[in-house]
């Protein structure tokens, strides 16, 4: 199958493409003119349209002749210099995608959300007919939920062929992201306290997201799907005793109190906007209030239905902290 991939350069998309290496499918991906992995994708014989999600005319491009859309596509972020790009990439670049799939008439398109869209509901732990909770805690949730609706708007409207999965907290070697921001610090000791000990997230090896992301693209008859992906429960007193037993760190001196986690968030991330530079330690609000309410999420369905056994997250973080020392 011909396969068009957004957001294929990102964390979870360079595991796609690694776990498509010397299949059958033959790979289109839309990347921006800029990425200076363009060259490596040409050479390793992925068709790239160069654009992004804000330019619909390039998505059209890239898309056309092909059978399935994998939308990897978002800003994941807890801050940014400038809000908007949340709703611009997360809001209307999905809903350009959308249209695109639609137009080209392809057979399926897999969307990449996330379960924080889901806030905190009253059903725990989330499964995925759960209904949503009343609030999101970060820019970030609030976007990707605003996306959730438009994609299973156009389903129910517009006949979109689509299958959404839901990734939890995805960590693995080369994460970027906040969370491997934060195993980063607790390793190299960059990290003056910890905080939210109490709470608990489910956490997911970026490897098992690919496969399962690819897996629900191969599947036939799922169209109309829905997949949470996760499944491993930890506490941050439990994760932050993982990554030290791996590492060999010792844990810093200080649990912060969770109000003063908080307040200092509120005042780092005040700076931040009006330095235009990330927050002290990473404390953005909106990370603060995620990591303070967490996310327990249920993924044995797509364990069940797509075939994929959950990676240990121990292996996963020895694979992190392992890379960090490369």
Same mark, same amino acid.
């Given at each position: 199958?011909?396969?068009?991939?957004?957001?294929?350069?990102?964390?979870?998309?360079?595991?796609?493409? #690694?776990?498509?290496?010397?299949?059958?499918?033959?790979?289109?991906?839309?990347?921006?003119?800029?990425?200076? &992995?363009?060259?490596?994708? %040409? &050479?390793?014989?992925?068709?790239?349209? #160069?654009?992004?999600?804000?330019?619909?005319?390039?998505? @059209?491009?890239?898309?056309?002749?092909?059978?399935?859309?994998?939308?990897?596509?978002? +800003?994941?972020?807890?801050?940014?210099?400038?809000?908007?790009?949340?709703? *611009?990439?997360? !809001?209307?670049?999905?809903?350009?995608?959308?249209?695109?799939?639609?137009?080209?008439?392809?057979?399926?398109?897999?969307?990449?959300?996330? @379960?924080?869209?889901?806030?905190?509901?009253?059903?725990?732990?989330?499964?995925?007919?759960?209904?949503?909770?009343?609030?999101?805690?970060?820019?970030? *949730? %609030?976007?990707?939920?605003?996306?959730?609706?438009?994609?299973?708007?156009?389903?129910? $409207?517009?006949? =979109?062929?689509?299958?959404?999965?839901?990734?939890?907290? !995805?960590?693995?070697?080369?994460?970027?992201?906040?969370?491997?921001?934060?195993?980063?610090?607790?390793?190299?000791?960059?990290?003056?306290?910890? !905080?939210?000990?109490?709470?608990?997230?489910?956490?997911?090896? !970026?490897?098992?997201?690919?496969?399962?992301?690819?897996?629900?693209?191969?599947?036939?008859?799922?169209?109309?799907?829905?997949?949470?992906?996760?499944?491993?429960?930890?506490?941050?007193?439990? /994760?932050?005793?993982?990554?030290? #037993?791996?590492?060999?760190?010792? @844990?810093?001196?200080?649990?912060?109190?969770?109000?003063?986690? =908080?307040?200092?968030?509120?005042? /780092?991330?005040?700076?931040?906007? +009006?330095?235009?530079?990330?927050?002290?330690?990473?404390?953005?609000?909106? $990370?603060?209030?995620?990591?303070?309410?967490?996310?327990?999420?249920?993924?044995?369905?797509?364990?069940?239905? =797509?075939?994929?056994?959950?990676?240990?997250?121990?292996?996963?973080?020895?694979?992190?902290? *392992?890379?960090?020392?490369?």
């Amino acid at each position: 199958m011909k396969i068009f991939i957004t957001g294929a350069t990102g964390f979870i998309g360079k595991q796609v493409l #690694e776990q498509l290496k010397g299949t059958e499918h033959e790979i289109f991906c839309l990347v921006r003119k800029t990425n200076p &992995s363009i060259a490596e994708l %040409r &050479s390793s014989g992925i068709h790239v349209t #160069e654009g992004d999600v804000l330019n619909k005319s390039s998505i @059209l491009d890239g898309m056309k002749g092909c059978d399935w859309v994998i939308n990897l596509a978002n +800003i994941y972020s807890f801050w940014e210099p400038d809000n908007s790009v949340f709703r *611009a990439v997360n !809001v209307e670049g999905t809903r350009n995608v959308m249209e695109c799939a639609l137009e080209n008439k392809v057979s399926k398109v897999v969307h990449v959300s996330s @379960l924080i869209i889901y806030g905190k509901p009253a059903e725990i732990p989330i499964r995925e007919n759960t209904k949503p909770g009343p609030e999101r805690f970060s820019r970030y *949730a %609030r976007s990707k939920y605003e996306g959730d609706q438009i994609v299973w708007d156009m389903y129910d $409207q517009d006949n =979109l062929p689509l299958v959404v999965v839901y990734p939890a907290a !995805v960590i693995g070697p080369g994460d970027p992201k906040a969370s491997g921001q934060y195993v980063a610090g607790l390793v190299n000791k960059t990290v003056p306290a910890t !905080v939210f000990n109490k709470s608990v997230l489910t956490w997911v090896h !970026v490897k098992d997201v690919a496969a399962m992301i690819i897996k629900a693209t191969e599947k036939s008859d799922n169209i109309g799907e829905k997949y949470i992906i996760g499944k491993h429960q930890f506490s941050f007193k439990e /994760f932050n005793r993982m990554i030290c #037993e791996i590492s060999g760190v010792s @844990l810093p001196l200080i649990n912060m109190p969770d109000f003063l986690s =908080l307040t200092n968030a509120n005042l /780092f991330t005040w700076i931040a906007d +009006i330095i235009k530079k990330p927050p002290v330690w990473g404390m953005a609000i909106d $990370q603060m209030k995620t990591m303070k309410e967490g996310f327990i999420g249920d993924g044995s369905k797509a364990e069940k239905e =797509l075939g994929i056994q959950y990676t240990p997250i121990r292996k996963a973080l020895e694979e992190q902290i *392992a890379a960090l020392n490369n």
